[in-house]
């Protein structure tokens, strides 16, 4: 997990398969949460890019997305895994 630096709040990124995680959080909330957040997030993403894109040849086909909201959908799964 790497950090941006921010005065007001934390910003944390992960990269994976050349897909940025981001997560924007108030500072000083625990660094633990945010990186088991973030592995949650990464986990489900890849999840459901294999249903919808298949699992063969993932990172080409994620690179190959033209739309700016393929994954808006995605959306709701976050907001499970933030609960």
């Given at each position: 997990?790497?950090?941006?630096?921010?005065?007001?709040?934390?910003?944390?990124?992960?990269?994976?398969?050349?897909v940025?995680?981001?997560?924007?959080?108030?500072?000083?909330?625990?660094?633990?949460?945010?990186?088991?957040?973030?592995?949650?997030?990464?986990?489900?993403?890849?999840?459901?890019a294999?249903?919808?894109?298949?699992?063969?040849?993932?990172?080409?086909?994620?690179e190959?997305?033209?739309?700016?909201?393929?994954?808006?959908?995605?959306?709701?799964?976050?907001?499970?895994?933030?609960?």
């Amino acid at each position: 997990m790497r950090q941006i630096d921010n005065k007001s709040f934390g910003i944390f990124y992960k990269i994976s398969s050349y897909v940025v995680f981001t997560v924007i959080v108030e500072n000083g909330y625990p660094l633990k949460l945010v990186n088991v957040f973030l592995d949650t997030v990464i986990t489900a993403f890849f999840d459901e890019a294999k249903t919808i894109l298949g699992s063969n040849n993932l990172q080409s086909r994620l690179e190959s997305i033209q739309g700016s909201h393929y994954f808006i959908k995605f959306d709701r799964i976050i907001k499970q895994k933030k609960r």
